[in-house]
């Protein structure tokens, strides 16, 4: 987790349920009597390691869950200087990010839940795997909101190189640097699952190999047969369809 100062992190106030709540204005909930153990389990199902809670109170995993459970966001004051969002945006991304999963965490199960609905005429699961990688910075199988609203900006709102280096972040799935068509069909097939009746039965089998093919035609300026960061930036920048949707989502928030 990241390291936060005191004065900025939210971290100190009570539990969720419980306590004032910075990001959204809330006001504090009124107390009540349910143990912690009730609203841990009440909170499982945002975050789930697939094997159950042991019941015993002074478990050293529960004691680690728990504390996920109570996990806060950063100050508001230091998001805004991370992101390109300000304090009003931040509040509404943060209510509904709480809405989806009130723990504070998502897990990639949760996320790959809440993705397919975006697209229900297909199989989104491979896609959402690829992309809740690429906002698990920290590599440990949760997006706190932290991790989710730093994406987002550089999504919505970064430079355009910002938003091509994420781009190639994501396609490079074993992060070494370079991607192999290998990693391409991976995430152009997902794609293709994601979009499901909008491409089949219309899509012919080849399809996510000749998509693959024109990418490294395209982009493989040496024809070593994988695309570094340098030739993917190079490449995109003097192509008008790959600016042009760089853009799309600008304005989204």
């Known amino acids: 987790m990241k390291s936060r100062s005191q004065d900025q992190s939210l971290s100190d106030s009570t539990e969720l349920?419980?306590?004032?709540?910075?990001?959204?204005?809330?006001?504090?909930?009124?107390?009540n009597k349910k143990t912690i153990k009730q609203r841990f389990l009440k909170l499982l199902p945002c975050f789930r390691s697939g094997s159950s809670a042991s019941d015993n109170p002074g478990n050293i995993a529960d004691d680690g869950e728990l504390s996920t459970v109570r996990y806060r966001p950063e100050g508001l004051d230091r998001l805004v200087q991370q992101t390109s969002f300000n304090k009003k945006e931040l509040q509404v991304l943060y209510r509904g990010f709480k809405s989806e999963c009130p723990s504070g965490v998502v897990n990639e199960e949760t996320f790959k839940s809440i993705y397919s609905h975006f697209f229900p005429q297909g199989d989104s699961s491979m896609y959402a795997h690829f992309l809740f990688e690429a906002f698990d910075t920290n590599n440990n199988g949760a997006v706190n909101f932290e991790d989710f609203v730093?994406?987002?900006?550089?999504?919505?709102?970064?430079?355009t190189i910002d938003k091509l280096n994420w781009a190639f972040n994501l396609y490079d799935l074993n992060k070494d640097g370079c991607i192999t068509r290998e990693e391409m069909t991976d995430i152009i097939s997902s794609i293709y699952d994601m979009m499901g009746n909008y491409t089949y039965p219309n899509m012919r089998d080849c399809a996510p190999k000749?998509?693959?093919?024109?990418?490294?035609?395209?982009?493989?300026?040496?024809?070593?047969?994988?695309?570094?960061i340098d030739e993917f930036l190079e490449t995109c920048q003097k192509d008008e369809n790959i600016m042009h949707s760089m853009h799309m989502f600008d304005n989204v928030i």
């Open 150 to 159: 730093i994406s987002l900006s550089i999504i919505l709102r970064g430079s």
């Open 17 to 31: 349920d419980r306590s004032h709540d910075p990001l959204t204005g809330n006001p504090p909930y009124k107390s």
């Open 210 to 228: 000749d998509h693959v093919d024109s990418f490294f035609q395209k982009m493989d300026r040496n024809k070593d047969g994988v695309v570094t």
